[in-house]
């Protein structure tokens, strides 16, 4: 249960890094992409997922 929130921990953090990306659409599906797919792995072990969401929200936020 400890390395689950350490996990998240550092995933909100790095998060918490890449919020500042984000001029263009492009630049905001990379950085939805690669912080859903360090959440996806941290929470589910699915990284893939995670970039494919975190992707589309990133286009269309």
């Known amino acids: 249960m400890r390395g ?3 996990g998240l921990l550092i995933a909100l953090g790095g998060l918490g890094m890449l919020s500042g990306c984000g001029d ?5 599906v990379v950085t939805g992409a690669a912080g859903g797919a360090l959440a996806g792995q941290v929470i589910a072990g699915e990284p893939l997922a995670g970039a494919a969401v975190g992707g589309v ?5």
Request: glycine residues 16%.
């Open 4 to 6: 689950i929130a350490v």
């Open 24 to 28: 263009t659409r492009g630049e905001r």
């Open 57 to 61: 929200v990133g286009a269309v936020r």
